[in-house]
């Protein structure tokens, strides 16, 4: 839809059937030509998803607008309109959309809209209703333009600014926010208990939250049933950020799992705690020792690192990933689906993936999925690995000609052998919910895995077995990504749309 002579901008979406009140908007739509209500003297033009026969085959040309008009797009139910919502004013550099689930509409350099499901308000919209049609995140303190960082856990979402300031919302009954109670809380807001901090990276887990701030100290709240918040003092949840007083030294990296936490010192030592991995373990050691890092309620440096320098770590749920300052990938824990490239179903101490697996390239940067892995090497090629029924890795099996394979032969060959995905190469940016993936490659988003909430944004809640682009974001530059176990979230910044978006 593009609006004419306005500073303001609104959009209005499907319901079943349109109200139509006056003749101040003009509306294409899948209804008949209809008419709504606009508070002012302005003209727009409006496009569905789809045309109805009279308008012929070609649904009308929409030219792009200069920077001085205001313009959007996106998709109705059916292309049909509605109520009309004013949004922020689109000079703002840049508004978040953090949390599609289902396919987001987007506004061109001003916000991305969020749609699907929303049990605990984790999408900040102000409550907990699955969302049928896509919206805008409105009333966000924060400036926008100033956001760093994204991040998501099991159902609550973390931004931190570039002024070190953590916004949070969503699941709460744990206290993993760090505001001091335990009701869920539907908008972002600012976690005032670090006021005294600089926050540098937040990592969230199923249910609570490690906060990492710029001085290297490493604070965390929420649930500790598991030990996973490295404070053996607390017994319940923690509703207030504490700092981890046993971790002496400087902290440069952290990582959440399901149940258990990590973090990097900047003298290159892994620390490990929560007993997440545990039960796993013991099963699989038939008696043996455990090492004390896989069964620690307070961190522990993790065995088997002595001779190299990590630099950052990932978690999955039952597995842990420590990356090096030479491009080494070491991995321990769960190896149900083949993510940790060897024959073992668990390692109790960190082995060496053979570099042999990325083509003798050096490993740049990791990410990790519940039960997946995705690395970048330093050229910039992407490798994935480790669980494949959702369509994790991004890619299918290959036979050779002339033979069969059943689905879980395929699902082994898949997953224990990284292999790179050529679409997803120079990617500037990844992120990994549970079983799902979000990458930026060349300025657009791409989306894959498991879809049954929409949170690969396709308008679908089918499983997306390769990267798709996102296409309601269009070619967005300078965008930050963020997954939660089920949810996913995009900042995006300059957008541009393929005209053909307007047609599908």
């Not at 906060?211 to 490295?230: A, K, R, T």
């Not at 749920?317 to 179903?345: A, P």
Request: charged share 15%; glycine share 12%.
């Amino acid at each position: 839809m593009h609006f004419h002579g306005t500073n303001n901008t609104y959009v209005w979406l499907c319901p079943p059937k349109p109200s139509l009140r006056d003749s101040s908007v003009s509306c294409f739509g899948h209804e008949p030509l209809a008419f709504v209500e606009f508070p002012g003297k302005h003209e727009a033009l409006a496009q569905g998803r789809r045309f109805p026969a009279r308008f012929g085959h070609c649904p009308p040309v929409i030219p792009p607008l200069p920077r001085s008009k205001a313009r959007i797009t996106g998709s109705g139910c059916e292309g049909t309109l509605g109520v009309p919502v004013q949004l922020r004013s689109w000079y703002l550099p840049r508004l978040p959309a953090l949390g599609w689930p289902s396919s987001p509409v987007v506004l061109c350099e001003v916000s991305v809209f969020l749609k699907g499901a929303n049990s605990y308000g984790q999408l900040g919209l102000g409550h907990k209703e699955d969302v049928l049609v896509p919206q805008a995140l409105e009333d966000f303190s924060c400036k926008c333009e100033d956001i760093a960082s994204i991040a998501g856990g099991g159902g609550h979402s973390a931004v931190v600014t570039g002024a070190g300031q953590l916004f949070v919302c969503g699941h709460n009954k744990d206290g993993q926010l760090g505001l001091n109670h335990t009701e869920d809380v539907l908008r972002f807001t600012l976690c005032t208990a670090l006021s005294g901090f600089c926050v540098k990276q937040v990592a969230c887990g199923w249910d609570f939250t490690i906060i990492l701030v710029g001085s290297g100290l490493v604070l965390s709240c929420g649930s500790n049933s598991f030990g996973q918040l490295g404070l053996p003092q607390i017994s319940g949840p923690c509703l207030i950020p504490q700092k981890i007083e046993s971790l002496k030294e400087n902290v440069m990296n952290v990582a959440a799992g399901l149940r258990h936490a990590l973090a990097a010192t900047d003298s290159g030592l892994v620390l490990q705690w929560g007993t997440g991995m545990a039960s796993q373990a013991r099963r699989a050691s038939q008696g043996k020792a455990l090492p004390v890092f896989l069964t620690a309620k307070e961190p522990c440096e993790v065995a088997g690192l002595a001779d190299v320098k990590v630099k950052a770590v990932a978690a999955g749920s039952c597995h842990s990933v420590s990356l090096t300052d030479e491009g080494h990938l070491y991995v321990w824990g769960s190896n149900k689906h083949g993510q940790l490239v060897s024959r073992n179903i668990f390692l109790a101490e960190p082995k060496k993936i053979d570099t042999q697996c990325f083509s003798h390239e050096r490993i740049g940067a990791v990410w990790s999925g519940w039960t997946h892995l995705v690395a970048r090497t330093e050229a910039g090629k992407v490798f994935t690995w480790g669980r494949v029924d959702y369509g994790q890795l991004g890619r299918h099996a290959v036979v050779p000609s002339g033979q069969q394979s059943t689905a879980s032969e395929q699902c082994l060959e898949l997953g224990n052998t990284p292999v790179s995905v050529p679409c997803l190469n120079g990617a500037s940016q990844i992120a990994c919910g549970s079983e799902h993936n979000l990458a930026i490659v060349g300025g657009q988003c791409f989306s894959w895995g498991w879809n049954e909430h929409g949170m690969c944004g396709d308008g679908t809640e089918a499983n997306v077995h390769v990267p798709k682009p996102v296409k309601a974001l269009g070619c967005a530059k300078q965008i930050l990504i963020g997954c939660g176990a089920g949810h996913s979230m995009a900042l995006c910044q300059n957008s541009s749309l393929d005209p053909a978006h307007l047609e599908s």
